[in-house]
């Protein structure tokens, strides 16, 4: 199972991005998927989260301009970012609570991370 995360790029204050979180591979269904981001010198944080049947959270500094998706056909789970600010530059990981088959009428949760999408807003 892999983790794509795609659509990161540079942007001006003000404009947008949308980011895309893919997976792929032998999946049963896909549970909890979270957004992070890292800035430099800074610690990761939880930008938004998803849950399997839809529920959303937001942290407070994206609330308004940030919105979370997820397209289960698709094994996907998008971030679309809006008004973006300089203060939003970091590389933004996707999370994902996948769940496998494992045998022997056994399902499994695992967690995965995607492998990081550069998102720059600068003018």
């Known amino acids: 199972v892999q983790l794509q995360a795609s659509g990161g790029g540079l942007v001006q204050p003000g404009g947008s991005l949308g980011l895309s979180c893919a997976a792929s591979?032998?999946?049963?269904?896909?549970?909890?998927v979270g957004w992070y981001r890292q800035a430099p010198g800074k610690q990761r944080e939880l930008v938004a989260s998803?849950?399997?049947?839809?529920?959303?959270n937001y942290t407070d500094s994206v609330k308004g301009r940030f919105t979370i998706s997820r397209d289960d056909a698709k094994n996907t789970v998008y971030l679309q970012m809006n008004s973006l600010k300089p203060e939003d530059t970091a590389v933004y990981y996707c999370?994902?609570?996948?769940?496998?088959?494992?045998?022997?009428?056994?399902?499994?949760?695992?967690?995965?991370w995607g492998q990081g999408t550069q998102v720059t807003v600068s003018s």
């Open positions: 999370n994902a609570d996948i769940v496998r088959y494992s045998g022997s009428y056994r399902f499994t949760s695992y967690n995965y």
């Open positions: 998803i849950t399997s049947d839809g529920n959303t």
């Open positions: 591979g032998r999946i049963f269904s896909i549970n909890a």
